[in-house]
């Protein structure tokens, strides 16, 4: 009778533990398991079954379900940075990536710098096997009287005849008598209604700025500075910068130079070169824009 009741005993408290929350170092659990303290674990620990890899991190799921995952959805990169057009091969087992593309900088001239090239970003639903476009686009050249435009680069995905363009950057422009107009940034856009995406516009190049004056009762001074080159969109200073000349007209002689920077690399303006007053100085070309690139996030 003995063995029967401690048999019984034993089963009843099986019974009650299941049907109540335990608690550990809690004398009243909330929940099915209730530890005030803290926890050791030697082993690993499973989501609904499932262990984590490496690097993951425990997390909830869009249904709210526990799992293991990865903090960033984009693990990998692949840049394209020649100028030119390419496919890229959509991997197995990807089905979103994430792109971005800058367009190229304009190159400067004597009066300007070149505009910076635009930006463009989104995030694109792809099937593994398809082919993603892609083009780079060239930095404009620098130049004299003139100079030139930036290209596009664009990222292409034909399924859904979607092609998103970050548009090269502008040069200076001169009209005769006087007339300058800045070399304005390259802005972005898409081919289609496309709500997944974003950009911002490069920025406008700045154009000389000559004067002269008269340092004391004998002697003249002209001095120069040329215009910066726009930085590319969603970048910070990458302008090329301006051309400038100091110089004693009094005794010829210059007293300081400088022949401005190409543009920084992705899709910055390069700086402008300066046209001399003097015949004597002579000008310098301006600087060529720097090239843009296309990343696949994924």
């Known amino acids: 009778m003995k063995q029967v009741g401690l048999f019984l005993c034993c089963i009843f408290i099986l019974f009650f533990a299941h049907a109540q929350n335990v608690g550990i170092g809690n004398p009243a659990p909330a929940e099915k398991l209730d ?13 609904n079954g499932i262990d984590g890899a490496a690097n993951q991190v ?29 496919n890229w091969t959509i991997p197995p087992g990807v089905t ?5 593309a800058w367009g190229g900088g304009a190159g400067g001239n004597w009066y300007g710098g070149g505009g910076g090239g635009g930006y463009v970003s989104g995030i ?15 930095g404009g ?9 930036g290209n596009n680069s664009s990222i292409s995905y034909s399924p859904i005849g979607l092609t998103l363009t970050a548009y090269g950057g502008y040069k200076t422009t001169f009209t005769a008598p006087a007339m300058l107009s800045d070399g304005y940034g390259g802005n972005f856009g898409s081919s289609v209604a496309f709500d997944s995406y974003w950009g911002k516009n490069g920025e406008a190049a700045s154009f000389v700025r000559t004067s002269g004056f008269q340092y004391n009762a004998t002697t003249f001074i002209e001095q120069s500075t040329g215009g910066n080159g726009g930085s590319a969109g969603n970048t910070v200073n990458t302008g090329g910068k301006a051309g400038f000349y100091t110089f004693n007209t009094t005794t010829s002689t210059m007293i ?4 401005g920077s190409n543009g920084i690399f992705p899709g ?6 300066y046209a001399g007053l003097l015949s004597s100085l002579g000008n310098s070309n301006g600087n060529a824009g720097a090239k843009g690139v296309v990343f696949i996030h994924y």
């Not at 909830?60 to 959805?73: I, P």
């Not at 620098?142 to 435009?149: E, L």
């Open 35 to 47: 530890v005030n303290g803290n926890i050791n674990v030697t082993g690993t620990i499973k989501a």
């Open 141 to 149: 050249s620098g130049g004299g009287s003139t100079s030139g435009n």
């Open 256 to 259: 300081r130079l400088g022949l």
């Open 58 to 86: 425990l997390m909830k799921n869009g249904s709210g379900t526990m799992v293991w995952g990865d903090m960033c959805e984009y693990k990998n990169i692949f840049v394209f940075a020649t100028p030119g057009s390419t």
């Open 268 to 273: 910055g303006g390069g700086g402008s070169g």
């Open 96 to 100: 979103k990536v994430w792109v971005e």
């Open 124 to 138: 694109i639903n792809v099937v593994p096997g398809n082919s993603i476009g892609c083009v780079v686009g060239a």
